[in-house]
């Protein structure tokens, strides 16, 4: 990683992806140099900010005052904040002002959001004349360590599913500016923070152990956040550039995410109840003890990731979920759906301990059962 | 090109674009044999056909038992045939079947139909699940030359205009079965017949002198016909393969299409008064006449384009277009809105002979209007 001239603060990763390469810039003070930014690398001089009724207030002015002093004339979006946002009636609604808004090829979206945002406004990019520039502000912990990163992109089916509609859409630039996390409300930044653990735990034992002693400066701000932020895309850019369009090595990303999809769906994705976050954090501890389960890894792994997790304020068991929980038959059968089960077995991302997991395609619906029956409170 | 072994008369076009490479199979008797030829090239053994009212009733029977025979289970969707279906209406249906009938990447989309059928299929392949595999079956001439090849998907936004909204997906394969051009009338044959010739002035002045002398026998059917269409889709290909996203010389393909497609917005698109091919084949003479006013060009290749054209039976004036055309100032209107003028400056495919054309990106606009009015009926 280099630190950038004009600011030392400011730490930059290059997703190397040939013709599709970009960076990712990391630091505080990046939405007031977006317009500078974005000016440098593309040609066009015309932009359309998607971003939701949330962020426009905080930061909606700041951009389109930085664009303007760069010479970027934009139109500007603000949708309502939420999942439901995902969806094709928005889709049509942004392709056609981004279209009003004389978007051409050379010309750029920005999304400025989080994951909602980013993935309806880089779907959008990747469909207006076939594809116009992308540039994604992430005002969320979760959508700087995950989502802006790595092109996909899209909308829920309303009748079959999350993220079943979208393209894979690399971003031109992505802009983590790290000020915007300071009005992110404790719960947000420990969700986000799952995130950045997992990149641990999928194969950094040494930023995980690294995040065990230096977690606290992390959560209040100043350099450890930026180091841990550029980490986390860094470690996310190289399994992307790895594998561009999830054929192989790319399902890691999905450490503890089939459990946290479970869990999501069986409380109808009421974020009062669980978030996206906290979800994967209880399906990390429950992905390595499973594992242990499985006599893959020590369950003194397992217990050291939810030690972690638990010290940083995350949920780390299915008991801490308010509210009641469908029965272990539900969680599978929403685990099965997602995953498509062949000849009774499964798909799972496990571990041979800490950033030791790796893709096992023949894991017994049975033992995942048995499994789920026994965690449930 | 190489023939097949299993079939002689059945020729093979290949697009070396990577791991997006494939097959354009052309010849008779290809949709009896489209289940076996998908069942040996793709993994998956699930397709959704997408087909219109007037081609569902000639060929989907044999489609689907094709592909029973090879193992394929198919879902069937049924849309109304005309441009009008290019909707994110019709769309938004098409991805909810697609993925009723749980096809997953492996699986694919089939578009059986004309150039309407093919795009829609293939944006809705391209977007269900981040790409699904995507097979063409194109029922009209001008699909199987044109538009089955090289990727371009799309629909059109209500508002702002034609294939605005789409995304670069290659077929998988590209079954041309020259049998069913046998059902085309006349008209139509010859809309498609202006594509082929458009290969031919854009730069291959041989493969022209070819047509002048063997145009009879293409329309009759048989082996010139099947040469016919191979050549045609090797032209293209080569464009495709040599600028995949149009970036550059991929625009030679529009020669005679900026005229063409202001001669279909001033007939609102009727296509009891005008039909693409139609406007292709005007716009093609009028490129090589207005290359000639800019000295670019001699009179005689325009007259020449003229004659061909003429004899195959296609209109080559805008006197022939039936009803009342707007005025000069209003086809020139047409044309800025398509092109972007850049200080009173166009670019436009000319030309310097049979086969010689080339992207002229200085066009004077005050030009091309004198031209339109000394030509206007």
Same mark, same amino acid.
């Given at each position: 990683?280099?630190?950038?001239?004009? $600011?030392?603060?400011?730490?930059?990763?290059?997703?190397?992806? *040939?013709?599709?390469? +970009?960076?990712?810039?990391?630091?505080?003070?990046? %939405?007031?140099?977006?317009?500078?930014?974005?000016? /440098?690398?593309?040609?066009?001089?015309?932009?359309?900010?998607?971003?939701?009724?949330?962020?426009?207030?905080? +930061?909606?002015?700041?951009?389109?005052?930085?664009?303007?002093?760069? !010479?970027?004339?934009?139109?500007?979006?603000?949708?309502?904040?939420?999942?439901?946002?995902?969806? @094709?009636?928005?889709? %049509? =609604?942004?392709?056609?002002?981004?279209?009003?808004?004389?978007?051409?090829?050379?010309?750029?979206?920005?999304?400025?959001? !989080?994951?909602?945002?980013?993935?309806?406004?880089?779907?959008?990019? *990747?469909?207006?004349?076939?594809?116009?520039?992308?540039?994604?502000?992430?005002?969320?912990?979760?959508?700087?360590?995950?989502? /802006?990163?790595?092109?996909?992109?899209?909308?829920?089916?309303?009748?079959?599913?999350?993220?079943?509609?979208?393209?894979?859409?690399?971003?031109?630039?992505?802009?983590?500016?790290?000020?915007?996390?300071?009005?992110?409300?404790?719960?947000?930044?420990?969700?986000? +923070?799952?995130?950045?653990?997992?990149? *641990?735990?999928?194969?950094?034992?040494? @930023? @995980? #152990? &690294?995040?065990?002693?230096? &977690?606290?400066?992390?959560?209040?701000?100043?350099?450890?956040?930026?180091? #841990?932020?550029?980490? /986390?895309?860094?470690?996310? #850019?190289?399994?992307?550039?790895? =594998?561009?369009?999830?054929?192989?090595?790319?399902?890691?990303?999905?450490?503890?995410?089939?459990?946290?999809? #479970?869990?999501?769906? $069986?409380?109808? +994705?009421? /974020?009062?109840?669980?978030?996206?976050?906290?979800?994967?954090?209880? !399906?990390?501890?429950?992905?390595?003890?499973?594992?242990?389960?499985?006599?893959?890894?020590?369950?003194?792994?397992?217990?050291?990731?939810?030690?972690?997790?638990?010290?940083? *304020?995350?949920?780390?068991?299915?008991?801490?979920?308010?509210?009641?929980?469908?029965?272990?038959?539900?969680?599978?059968?929403?685990?099965?759906?997602?995953?498509?089960?062949?000849?009774?077995?499964?798909?799972?991302?496990?571990?041979?301990?800490?950033?030791?997991?790796?893709?096992?395609?023949?894991?017994?619906?049975?033992?995942?059962?048995?499994?789920?029956?026994?965690?449930?409170?």
């Amino acid at each position: 990683m280099n630190a950038i001239s004009s $600011a030392s603060s400011v730490q930059t990763v290059h997703v190397p992806l *040939g013709e599709r390469a +970009y960076d990712i810039l990391i630091g505080p003070g990046l %939405i007031a140099r977006a317009g500078a930014e974005i000016a /440098s690398r593309l040609k066009g001089r015309k932009a359309a900010i998607i971003t939701d009724e949330n962020v426009a207030p905080l +930061y909606l002015e700041a951009v389109v005052a930085s664009l303007n002093a760069a !010479g970027i004339v934009s139109a500007e979006v603000v949708l309502p904040a939420g999942e439901k946002t995902k969806s @094709f009636e928005h889709l %049509i =609604d942004v392709c056609d002002k981004v279209l009003e808004a004389r978007v051409e090829r050379n010309d750029c979206v920005i999304a400025l959001g !989080g994951g909602v945002i980013g993935d309806l406004s880089g779907f959008a990019a *990747g469909i207006v004349r076939r594809g116009v520039r992308f540039v994604q502000v992430p005002t969320s912990l979760l959508a700087q360590v995950d989502s /802006s990163v790595g092109g996909k992109t899209g909308i829920n089916s309303s009748r079959h599913g999350k993220n079943l509609i979208g393209v894979f859409h690399q971003p031109d630039l992505v802009l983590a500016d790290t000020d915007v996390l300071n009005t992110l409300s404790g719960r947000e930044f420990r969700a986000g +923070y799952a995130e950045v653990a997992k990149y *641990g735990l999928i194969d950094k034992p040494d @930023f @995980f #152990a &690294w995040l065990e002693a230096n &977690w606290k400066s992390v959560f209040t701000g100043g350099s450890a956040r930026i180091e #841990a932020i550029a980490a /986390s895309c860094q470690a996310k #850019a190289d399994v992307v550039v790895a =594998d561009e369009r999830e054929t192989g090595q790319r399902a890691l990303l999905n450490l503890g995410h089939t459990f946290g999809h #479970a869990l999501e769906a $069986a409380t109808a +994705y009421d /974020s009062r109840r669980l978030v996206h976050g906290e979800g994967v954090a209880i !399906g990390m501890v429950l992905a390595h003890e499973f594992s242990a389960r499985m006599n893959l890894a020590s369950p003194d792994d397992a217990r050291r990731v939810e030690r972690h997790l638990k010290e940083v *304020g995350l949920p780390t068991t299915m008991a801490e979920i308010p509210g009641e929980l469908p029965p272990a038959e539900s969680l599978m059968e929403a685990i099965a759906q997602d995953k498509k089960v062949k000849s009774g077995k499964l798909t799972f991302i496990l571990t041979r301990g800490i950033g030791q997991s790796f893709v096992a395609d023949d894991v017994p619906a049975s033992e995942v059962l048995s499994f789920l029956r026994e965690k449930h409170p």
